[in-house]
């Protein structure tokens, strides 16, 4: 059965840190980019945004020009698991955090053609 699994959302202070991590099973995690996509309060998760995306072996990254330098994507293709560092939150980043396995990577906008998608794990950030 093909899974999508996110963990490590959670309620922080401003400033705080969480790494969300993503664990696919019944298939292979490194057939695919990975992206983080987060759906804020209110919107539909096609109204999201991506926040990451990792190529299949882990040498490129593309983050938002809003995001560089506070979120930092990452993969353990032996443990078939992507992860996601956000640092410095803000309250602006509260938000429900999907990871997705997708077909293609760019330099430009990201990952492309989801395949699959996890259930998402929610991040708040208070003020």
């Known amino acids: 059965q093909v899974q999508v699994v996110e963990s490590g959302g959670g309620s922080v202070e401003a400033g705080g840190a969480l790494t969300l991590s993503c664990t696919a099973s019944?298939?292979?995690?490194?057939?695919?980019?990975v992206g983080w996509f987060r759906q804020a309060p209110g919107l539909e998760r096609e109204e999201g945004e991506g926040?990451?995306?990792?190529?299949?072996?882990?040498?490129?990254?593309f983050v938002p020009k809003f995001l560089k330098g506070r979120f930092t994507a990452s993969r353990d293709n032996a443990k078939n698991t992507a992860y996601l560092q956000m640092d410095n939150l803000k309250p602006e980043d509260t938000a429900m955090y999907y990871c997705?396995?997708?077909?293609?990577?760019?330099?430009?906008?990201?990952?492309?053609?989801?395949?699959?998608w996890g259930q998402g794990t929610l991040v708040t950030v208070s003020s």
């Open positions: 997705a396995a997708a077909a293609y990577y760019n330099d430009y906008d990201g990952c492309t053609y989801v395949k699959h």
């Open positions: 019944g298939f292979d995690l490194d057939d695919y980019a």
């Open positions: 926040v990451s995306c990792i190529n299949w072996d882990g040498s490129k990254t």
